[in-house]
């Protein structure tokens, strides 16, 4: 059974951008696309995820603008800018070289 893991220091934002990085998605559709990526291993809360997303819009990684969702509410929908795919690459480097160096402590003895 795969235990729920919280979310390591910095991963928030790389995970949101990967979430994004397919399409628009509202902020629920964000959440479930996180954990569907994760296999349930990681699941975000308003309380992180609309403050990471506010955040992120003000750095210019994200753009934002309202819409209906799937069941026909308002919601507000975010993108990806150009600025937000450049990120998404740079960290998804960033954290393929933490992988690689964390594996490699784990096997030393």
Do not use: C
């Not at 910095?10 to 559709?29: E, N, V």
């Not at 964000?30 to 003000?58: D, W």
């Not at 934002?64 to 998804?92: D, H, I, M, V």
Request: charged fraction near 20%; aromatic fraction near 6%.
């Amino acid at each position: 059974m795969l235990r729920k893991t919280s979310l390591v220091q910095g991963t928030l934002d790389l995970l949101i951008l990967k979430a994004l990085s397919t399409g628009p998605r509202h902020g629920l559709a964000i959440s479930q696309r996180v954990s569907q990526m994760t296999g349930g291993a990681f699941q975000v809360g308003a309380g992180s995820l609309f403050p990471a997303l506010h955040r992120m819009e003000q750095a210019g990684w994200l753009a934002s603008s309202w819409g209906e969702s799937e069941n026909n509410r308002r919601a507000k929908f975010y993108k990806l800018t150009k600025a937000g795919t450049r990120q998404l690459n740079t960290e998804t480097e960033q954290w393929e070289r933490i992988s690689i160096a964390m594996a490699g402590a784990l096997k030393t003895s």
